[in-house]
Structure formats: C-alpha cells, structure tokens
C-alpha cells in the first residue's frame, strides 16, 4: 500500500520569500510518480510539478522545484519568491507505475498562508 | 479549452436518499476518475473508468457506483445517502497513454441532512 504524510498543517510565509513544504512518502513498488496540487478556497485541485522515481534531476516548473531524495522517501515542494496567490491548501500525492496511470494517493495536506 | 465540468456544484440531499453527480472530462481525455474529500482531508480515490469499465475501485462500498459513456462523461451515483458521506466529491481526467497530468474538476459539494 501506499502512503503520504504531510506533517505541517499549516506553514506561513512571507512575500517574496521562499517555502518548503514537506511530504515523505512510503510505497514498496519500484517504480511510482510523486505530484503536488493546490487547492484553492473554489476546491478544484491544480497540477503543479511532477516527479517520476527514475528521474535523475529534480523537477521544477516555474516557481515550483520538488526536492525529491528518495533515499529518505521525501518529495518537498519548494515555492519561490512567494505571492499572495499562493495562499491555498497544498496536496502531495503519489501513483503507481511513475504515471499517473490508476489512483493518486494524497496526504492530508497542508495550509499555505502568504503575509503581505 | 474547457476544462473538467462537474454538475452541480453544490447538492443537498436527505439521508437515505440517492444522489448522481455528473463529470465531463477535458477534451481529448478518456479516464476519468472519481474522488471524495471530506473536510479538511486529502481526496480519497473511489473509482476510475476507462472504455466505459470501472478499471479500479478504492475502499469504497457498493453504495457507490459509477457510469462512463461512450462521449467519455461519466456519473457517481450514491444510494442510501449517510451523513459521513457528506464531502467534495472531484472528478479528474486524463488521456490513459498520454502525459501524466490529471486534470481536476471544481468538484460537487454534497451535503446530507
């Protein structure tokens, strides 16, 4: 079976400044994909970044990198240079098989407050 | 480009009662999978069809069933409402052999009284 746990339920931040948010992970497959998703107040959840366990870099996407370690069966989001859009419910999940290809399993998420 | 579609965006039923939520997917897309989302949870997976067959199911009873069409649209239909089932309910889709990035509808917010 597989596992993610967000432990910080809500984190606050600075504009302008920079946030990591954390996710580790647990899963017995060899190959599987690690996403994140925001979730605004209007609830439709948002793709950000995607990471593949075979991948050699870490992803990054804009303002967002995934500080992937799998030794350690961590994938923490890193938001740059902070916006007060950025405030919002925060989602890593993981699949199967390093698609999306079946079900995400997401952890419990955490809030992103951003301070003006 | 339209995205993922839900309706309704928000539905209140009375226990025992049933409940059909309808999703169309994204353009192009053609599995479409069900989630539900209680208050200040993440999503928990409930099914996904693919050619019209649900493909894979979660940790869900037989209250929870679903439909896909040949157009790709899909239903979640929900006999014998409880109050636990109150929730967000989230469509997502995707191309089956396509990138790997599900799309999310705004989902339906049901609430049982």
């Known amino acids: 079976a597989q596992k993610i746990t967000q432990t910080q339920p809500g984190m606050f931040v600075q504009e302008k400044e920079a946030v990591t948010l954390d996710c580790t992970y647990d899963?017995?497959?060899?190959?599987?994909?690690l996403f994140w998703y925001k979730q605004p107040s209007s609830g439709e959840m948002i793709f950000l970044i995607y990471?593949?366990?075979?991948?050699?870099q870490n992803a990054t996407e804009g303002r967002y990198s995934l500080n992937f370690q799998k030794a350690r069966k961590s994938a923490n989001l890193v938001i740059s240079a902070s916006q007060l859009g950025d405030s919002a419910m925060y989602f890593c999940?993981?699949?199967?098989?390093?698609?999306?290809?079946?079900?995400?399993?997401f952890g419990q998420g955490t809030i992103l407050t951003v301070h003006p | 480009d339209a995205g993922v579609t839900q309706s309704p965006t928000h539905l209140i039923k009375t226990r025992g009662q049933q409940v059909t939520l309808r999703c169309s997917p994204k353009?192009?897309?053609?599995?479409v999978s069900w989630y539900q989302q209680a208050l200040g949870q993440g999503p928990q997976f409930i099914f996904q069809?693919?050619?019209?067959?649900?493909?894979q199911r979660g940790n869900f009873p037989d209250r929870f069933s679903g439909h896909q069409y040949p157009n790709y649209s899909s239903e979640l239909n929900v006999n014998a409402l409880l109050l636990g089932d109150s929730a967000l309910y989230l469509c997502?889709?995707?191309?089956?052999?396509?990138?790997?990035?599900?799309?999310f509808g705004s989902g339906t917010r049901l609430t049982v009284v």
């Open positions: 997502a889709s995707r191309v089956l052999t396509g990138n790997y990035g599900y799309t």
């Open positions: 899963t017995s497959d060899p190959s599987y994909g």
């Open positions: 990471q593949g366990s075979y991948d050699q």
């Open positions: 999940a993981m699949s199967r098989g390093g698609t999306s290809y079946g079900k995400l399993t």
């Open positions: 353009s192009g897309h053609d599995t």
């Open positions: 069809y693919y050619e019209e067959e649900e493909r």
